[in-house]
């Protein structure tokens, strides 16, 4: 296999073995990734003959960013400008957008002679058309935050947005792409809502969590997207616009299919600047409705045979 061939997690992951080799040598900062240096040393690092030219612009706010081949005159190898907007208003932003446009540049300049990258927010990180913008995200994400060092910050805690907002300052990048990632990993089920005046915008969900996302990303009759519950503690409290580490509320509130006895976790963070409101939710284990019966003490083992029967068969019990 060439390097030309290799996906985006397996290069940000060869990346980052390197650069674990060069930090545990010549020492310094291991983290945020300095994606601007790195993108400089890769051309003479993995011989592609084609050099980057990093360089920052104001340009409008929704530009992100672009990676364009610049053909050379002679006849020789191209170059190609790596353009990051440097008026977005936060470094995590800008860090996740240069490692987005590396991301191209290994990965895609075989196909295209130029990436236009406007706005590659979650929204789109999972529409078909877009496969190359989710697979320069998915570089970005495992070259910023490598998974056993995530790993290794989280595991002695409990997980909320107090640890998330750490890992977010270590690895240098937004909170938002910081839950993203853990989510992907995380054995929890957990969601995340973004919501803008108590409705939902999006919501993404942990493997475990994911049937809570695809309900709450669901439209209602109307077209419109959901409201917020009403008694969430997300709308709820309403002075403080921070809760890190979560309120514990009745399940229910959320999602009405779950036990009566569940309570889940709900922490919360509103951005002013971006008019939008972070909710974090983490819920115990799903407990199937044939297994509720269970747990009220209801042993009739004749019933659970029949369940098991039917799930072994493939065939899950209607609730
Ligand atoms: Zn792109």
Redesign the pocket.
Known sequence: MTAADLGPIPWANRLNRLLDQYHGIHGGLRYPVDVEFLAQQIPQQFNTGEPILVRGEEISPDF????LKLDDETGGPPSWALIYNKGLPSPGRIRFTLA??L??YLCHRHLQEG???NE?DTLHWESPERQ??VQ??KFAAYLLMPRPDFEAQIHSAPVDLEILGACAERYGVSLTATVLKWLEFTPLRALLVMSRDGRVQWARGSESGKWLAIAMNKRLPTGQRRSLPAQAATMLNTTSNVDRQGTEGSARIWFADEPEDMSLREMKIVSDQYRQTMTLLVLPPEVKPWERDKRDGDDDEELENTFDHFVRNGQPPVR
């Open positions: 992100e960013g672009c990676l987005h446009e991301g191209h990436f236009n990258c590659f190359l913008e320069a995200n």
